[in-house]
Each structure stands twice: as C-alpha cells, then as structure tokens.
C-alpha cells in the first residue's frame, strides 16, 4: 500500500556525512556484464537500488534464464521448449533494455513485462535494431512497447546496425553490452543526435575495465567479438543521488556535507552536478576520499542549462530554480517524456502549486518564478516516479508543512533517502490515514 510522509527541517543549515549507495547505472551494466562473462568479472559495491536488486535477483538468481542461455559457450544448446519464462521487471527502464538484447541472443523463449508504466515506455527502437542482427522478438500487446516474447534460436545475420540516437541511449547501451558475445561482432550506426552520450561512454569505459576493446570514429561504434577479462568491476557512488544533497545544500543558508566515495573523475556523466551547482554557490572539494560541499550565498551565474548529457539532473535543478526564484532557460529536457513518467508534466503540475510556470517552447524550456508563492503546506504528488519524490524533497527547507506522496517510490534508485535525510535535520513523519 501507497503511504504519504511529512517532511520537516529545522534550521537553517545542512550539516553531516552521507554513504550513498553505489550507482544504479554502473551496478546494471556491471551485472549484465558479469552475467555475459559467465562469472570472470565481478560485481563490487552493489548498489541496494530496488532495480539494481531485481536485475541481480533475474541475472543471479535463476541459472535456468541466466547466463547459460546465451550464445557464446552455449550456441548449440538446444532451444528450451518448456511454457516461456516470464520475466517482470517492474519500472526498471535500464533493466528493461539491457534484458532486451541480452536475452535476445539466448535460446530460449522469454517473455519480459513490466510495470503499467513500462508497457508505455518504447522499446521498438531496440527491437528493431535486434531483429535485424538475428533476433525474434514479437509484441505481446502494442506494437513497440512491453510486453515483448523474445523466442530464442538467435542466429546473427550482420554486424551493421543503424539506431537513432535521440530516444533513449540505453538502446545503444544495450546493443554493446552485448555485442562481444556476438559471432560477428557489432558495428553499430547513431543515426541523429546522441542523447545522454555519458551513459554510452560508461558502458564503453566498463567493457573497456572487462577486457572489452572498442573503436568510436565519428558516429560508428565498433565491438569485435572477443573474450571478457577476468577481473572485478567496482561501483561507484550514485552521482544522480548526490545531487539531491547539492539541492539541499543550495536551499540552506549554510551547508557542510561530506559524501564518501564520490572522486572528481567518474564514469557518470551526472558528476557534473559539481558544476552545476557552482553556480548555485555550492563548493566541491575532494579530499579525504570523498566530496564536501560548503555553500555560500550567490547571485545566479548562468541561467541557461542545457541537460540532454545529463537528464536525471533535471528535475533536481528545476525545483531548485524554482525554489529560488531563478528564471533559468532549460533545454534537453525531451526525452524527460518518457521516463517513469512524463517528467515535464509532472514538474509543471507541481510547481504551479508554489506559482512557478514552467513553459515549453519547441525544444526551449523557461521557468517563470514572477508570481511564485511558497505556501504553508504543499501536497507533492509524486507519479510513481523516485526523482519526483526526491527533487521535490529539499522543498521542506522553505514550506514548514511538505507532505510527500507514496515515501516508497525513492526505492527505485536510493532506498535510504528518508534515513539519510533524517541526519541532517529533517523529520520524516508518517502521514495518518485520512
Ligand atoms: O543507461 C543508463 O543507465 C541510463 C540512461 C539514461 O536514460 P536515457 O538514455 O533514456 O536518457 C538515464 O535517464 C537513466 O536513468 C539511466
Ligand atoms: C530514467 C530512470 O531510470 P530507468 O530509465 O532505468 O527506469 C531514472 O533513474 O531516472
């Protein structure tokens, strides 16, 4: 059942240590990759991520719809024939990807589903991509959408893939992490603009630590086919975690946070909420193994953001604006659309409540703080999505009654959120049944 939470702070500053979990990004790609390997990389510093969870529960758990159905050291195995296995990964978007082609070069019949959510989340630019490799893959319900039955006898029929790159880079990122195991190897086209580039670079950068060599010439991207190293892959922090707490640090009047782990170099492009932040006078300094942030108050620097290299930013620096009365332009917010929900609809719902217009116009977004108001209590609906949840969180800094919708949804990404808020001054009531 769906609980609402109260959040309270007092005072004015933002003081403590705070462990994040490990990145719910780099746990995914490291978990298909260990299971692609056939146990020679391991996984370190998992991430507790209700989806990072659930991917290593279906790659670890189940040997049957595990690594041993894929093609490599298995191509001849005969086709499983048994009722199909059917797969649930509720809203988890990555996981949802990557078990797309990892299981559609397997033997065996799959058939993977998702949460409500999911089946409007589009797959068919992936699917397309793998039936022409080799794969039989069919749509359950609607065409181009989850629940998808992904029937096995993989037999790759080329090496040379077109994709667009302005949906999801997660497509891409599905297609390399498997493109090693593939007979013929993958020579992958980007047709268009590369959306959230950073992830494909992670998914580079971690094949790269698994042995996995690579050529990136303009907008073709080359994977031979080629064994995975022994070795173990270790997880970072979660930098999209992280910003919440540069969000907070931006609303106190004072702020002295360390984040453990966290390293000026990182394979997620969402490290530059460092940046970012900096124009919200927030300090990173990487000392001690970890980042302090340490606030100062100062006038807004830039007030154009542009977050198609870093959309799971988005909404944190949105409500942080909004909160501050910035009329920031943003752009790079399109595939915001079609994420666990449609997140621009979701913050201009929300942000009316304290007055703020958030306006699209083409592919430009402005945020119009002229009639913002921060009323005494605000009722954040939070739309099954964690970001909602926890971008919208700092706001009890500035409205002493915040109440929060369905507290569970940050399981998601960061299980810990209301624990961690809790140790630097915040009150996590539950909200009595009404
Ligand atoms: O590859 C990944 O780990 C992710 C890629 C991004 O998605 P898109 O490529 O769809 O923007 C991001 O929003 C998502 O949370 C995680
Ligand atoms: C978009 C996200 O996740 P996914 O696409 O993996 O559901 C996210 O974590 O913000």
Redesign the pocket.
């Given at each position: 059942m769906k609980h609402n939470i109260i959040l309270t702070k007092q005072g004015q500053s933002a003081r403590g240590t705070i462990q994040l979990t490990g990145s719910?990004?780099e746990c995914?790609?490291a978990l298909v990759i260990e299971a692609l390997s056939t146990g020679k990389v391991k996984v370190e510093n998992i991430s507790d991520a209700a989806d990072t969870v659930t991917l290593a529960g279906i790659l670890r758990g189940n040997e049957e719809i595990g690594a041993e159905s894929v093609i490599g050291e298995f191509q001849n195995t005969q086709r499983d024939t048994r009722t199909p296995h059917l797969i649930n990964i509720g809203p988890a978007?990555?996981a949802m990807r990557f078990l797309t082609a990892y299981y559609a070069i397997g033997n065996e019949e799959v058939v993977l589903t998702g949460s409500e959510r999911m089946k409007q989340r589009p797959i068919g630019v992936l699917v397309d991509a793998l039936r022409s490799l080799g794969a039989f893959i069919e749509y359950e319900e609607n065409e181009g959408y989850p629940p998808i039955i992904l029937k096995g006898n993989f037999q790759q029929q080329t090496r040379n893939i077109t994709i667009k790159g302005n949906?999801?880079?997660?497509y891409i990122?599905a297609l390399l992490l498997i493109a090693a195991k593939l007979p013929l190897g993958l020579e992958l086209h980007i047709e268009g603009e590369l959306?959230?580039r950073p992830?494909v670079e992670?998914?580079l950068a971690m094949l790269n630590q698994a042995g996995i060599g690579h050529t990136w010439t303009e907008n073709v991207i080359s994977i031979e086919h080629q064994n995975f190293a022994e070795t173990s892959l270790h997880v970072e922090p979660d930098w999209?975690a992280a910003s919440y707490w540069y969000a907070i640090a931006a609303l106190s009047d004072e702020a002295e946070l360390f984040l453990p782990g966290l390293t000026s170099y990182s394979l997620q492009g969402d490290s530059v909420i460092t940046e970012i932040m900096a124009n919200f006078g927030i300090t990173s300094v990487f000392k001690d193994g970890g980042v302090y942030l340490t606030k100062e108050p100062k006038p807004l620097a830039r007030k154009i953001f542009d977050m198609k290299e870093c959309?799971?930013l988005a909404q944190t620096v949105i409500v942080v604006c909004a909160a501050l009365g910035h009329n920031a332009t943003f752009t790079g917010l399109e595939?915001l659309k079609?994420?666990e929900t449609d997140r621009v609809l979701a913050l201009q719902t929300e942000l009316a409540k304290i007055g703020v217009k958030l306006i699209e116009k083409g592919q430009v977004y402005k945020l119009d703080c002229s009639e913002k108001q921060i009323p005494q209590r605000m009722f954040v609906s939070t739309y099954d999505d964690h970001r909602m949840a926890m971008a919208f969180a700092p706001l009890a800094i500035v409205i002493p009654g915040l109440e929060i919708e369905d507290a569970d949804v940050v399981e998601k990404s960061y299980p810990a959120f209301w624990t961690d808020l809790q140790k630097v001054g915040f009150t996590v009531q539950e909200k009595a049944e009404s």
């Amino acid at each position: 059942m769906k609980h609402n939470i109260i959040l309270t702070k007092q005072g004015q500053s933002a003081r403590g240590t705070i462990q994040l979990t490990g990145s719910k990004s780099e746990c995914n790609r490291a978990l298909v990759i260990e299971a692609l390997s056939t146990g020679k990389v391991k996984v370190e510093n998992i991430s507790d991520a209700a989806d990072t969870v659930t991917l290593a529960g279906i790659l670890r758990g189940n040997e049957e719809i595990g690594a041993e159905s894929v093609i490599g050291e298995f191509q001849n195995t005969q086709r499983d024939t048994r009722t199909p296995h059917l797969i649930n990964i509720g809203p988890a978007g990555t996981a949802m990807r990557f078990l797309t082609a990892y299981y559609a070069i397997g033997n065996e019949e799959v058939v993977l589903t998702g949460s409500e959510r999911m089946k409007q989340r589009p797959i068919g630019v992936l699917v397309d991509a793998l039936r022409s490799l080799g794969a039989f893959i069919e749509y359950e319900e609607n065409e181009g959408y989850p629940p998808i039955i992904l029937k096995g006898n993989f037999q790759q029929q080329t090496r040379n893939i077109t994709i667009k790159g302005n949906i999801s880079s997660q497509y891409i990122t599905a297609l390399l992490l498997i493109a090693a195991k593939l007979p013929l190897g993958l020579e992958l086209h980007i047709e268009g603009e590369l959306t959230s580039r950073p992830y494909v670079e992670m998914t580079l950068a971690m094949l790269n630590q698994a042995g996995i060599g690579h050529t990136w010439t303009e907008n073709v991207i080359s994977i031979e086919h080629q064994n995975f190293a022994e070795t173990s892959l270790h997880v970072e922090p979660d930098w999209s975690a992280a910003s919440y707490w540069y969000a907070i640090a931006a609303l106190s009047d004072e702020a002295e946070l360390f984040l453990p782990g966290l390293t000026s170099y990182s394979l997620q492009g969402d490290s530059v909420i460092t940046e970012i932040m900096a124009n919200f006078g927030i300090t990173s300094v990487f000392k001690d193994g970890g980042v302090y942030l340490t606030k100062e108050p100062k006038p807004l620097a830039r007030k154009i953001f542009d977050m198609k290299e870093c959309p799971d930013l988005a909404q944190t620096v949105i409500v942080v604006c909004a909160a501050l009365g910035h009329n920031a332009t943003f752009t790079g917010l399109e595939t915001l659309k079609i994420k666990e929900t449609d997140r621009v609809l979701a913050l201009q719902t929300e942000l009316a409540k304290i007055g703020v217009k958030l306006i699209e116009k083409g592919q430009v977004y402005k945020l119009d703080c002229s009639e913002k108001q921060i009323p005494q209590r605000m009722f954040v609906s939070t739309y099954d999505d964690h970001r909602m949840a926890m971008a919208f969180a700092p706001l009890a800094i500035v409205i002493p009654g915040l109440e929060i919708e369905d507290a569970d949804v940050v399981e998601k990404s960061y299980p810990a959120f209301w624990t961690d808020l809790q140790k630097v001054g915040f009150t996590v009531q539950e909200k009595a049944e009404s």
